[in-house]
């Protein structure tokens, strides 16, 4: 026979569980009568634990939020998970939660049972964390969107573009994407009357005016910001007919390397690039066979960088012209190493498939 503590606990951690019981069903779960389950619901609403009932057929207990907030009760596998959530994220990119992360993961280990504060110290030991620089943010100001997003209401907030300049927005926010080092917000720009991609780091004096919007036609989230991440900022874009199915594609291209459209024959990615030398290594390195749709230039890099690879390395290139060395005996290299087709690599054999796949039309 257990305790009435332990049993309201137990009581607490099924209601945490599921949106709503019947009496019958806690009764059965607790062994005892529902005649019980009801004064031990009492209890719980005396202890502050804002606990509704409903009559009728589909009626049953359901726990309300309250003004405090009440003890969670985890399984093995959901406080394991929470431990390397928590351990993730103080190393997260929104400011001020790492130090919130650390502080609640601090607690929940002083009370894990030694085979559960095993697991999570081993994971942590054994795990090196490698990330890519990333902007903070604030965490007022993500709120402040999100509770925007949810509630489609216009903002107001200052924005700092890319090459610098300042400006004052006003736009109808539809969701947040995160991308592992940055956060984006999808908003139709009311001035500019389109949808536009924001970096939330480079917002700043975010207002929730109030006012309620409807959303016309908002553009996926997910795919609206890989598109705009992988190629629009980019002085070169690239479109590219990749030999291989969407499914395939995908696993070869991260979202924010390029977007990818199934058609017949393959699929094409779109992407962008500063360099047309990176651009077309990255093609090159994908491990699978393609064909260049546009830009011209990138067509006619392939060819080039795939003559140099299809050459033997012992045959020597001329140095660009205007080229100055001080050593008379490297006026002849078998690839530049200083000039625009600086690939650092000297292959022993050609890359066929490369070779094709950039000269060869359809």
Avoid at 29 to 42: F, G, S, W, Y
Avoid at 155 to 173: H, I, K, M, Q
């Amino acid at each position: 026979m257990i305790t009435t503590s332990a049993r309201l606990l137990r009581l607490l951690g099924l209601l945490q569980q599921r949106q709503l019981w019947s009496g019958s069903d806690l009764a059965e779960r607790l062994e005892i009568t529902e005649r019980t389950v009801r004064r031990d619901i009492e209890r719980l609403r005396t202890l502050g634990y804002p606990v509704h009932a409903a009559t009728g057929t589909g009626g049953g207990y359901r726990l309300g939020a309250g003004a405090a907030l009440p003890p969670l009760l985890l399984d093995d596998e959901e406080a394991v998970a929470v431990a390397i959530g928590l351990r993730a994220e103080a190393l997260g990119t929104i400011a001020g939660l790492g130090e919130a992360s650390l502080r609640a993961l601090t607690k929940l280990e002083r009370v894990l049972p030694a085979r559960l504060r095993h697991v999570v110290t081993t994971l942590h030991s054994a795990t090196v964390p490698l990330t890519a620089a990333a902007s903070t943010v604030d965490t007022e100001l993500l709120l402040t969107i999100a509770a925007a997003c949810r509630d489609s209401e216009l903002l107001r907030f200052d924005y700092r573009t890319r090459d610098g300049a300042d400006s004052n927005r006003r736009v109808e926010p539809h969701r947040l994407v995160n991308t592992g080092n940055r956060w984006y917000l999808v908003a139709r720009d009311v001035e500019r009357a389109d949808w536009r991609t924001f970096r939330v780091d480079r917002i700043s004096a975010v207002l929730a005016t109030g006012r309620r919007v409807t959303l016309v036609d908002p553009p996926d989230a997910a795919a609206f910001v890989a598109a705009g991440v992988s190629s629009a900022p980019y002085r070169y874009q690239a479109r590219v007919l990749l030999e291989v199915d969407l499914t395939t594609a995908a696993q070869l291209v991260p979202p924010t390397v390029g977007s990818l459209a199934a058609v017949e024959g393959g699929t094409v990615l779109s992407t962008g690039g500063d360099s047309l030398d990176g651009l077309a290594l990255h093609l090159a390195f994908l491990g699978c066979d393609f064909e260049v749709l546009d830009p011209p230039e990138l067509r006619a890099r392939l060819d080039d960088l795939a003559r140099r690879l299809a050459t033997p390395a012992t045959q020597t290139w001329p140095l660009p012209v205007g080229h100055r060395s001080h050593d008379r005996q490297a006026e002849s290299v078998a690839i530049q190493p200083n000039g625009p087709d600086d690939l650092g690599v000297q292959p022993s054999r050609p890359r066929s498939s490369f070779a094709q796949a950039a000269s060869s039309p359809r």
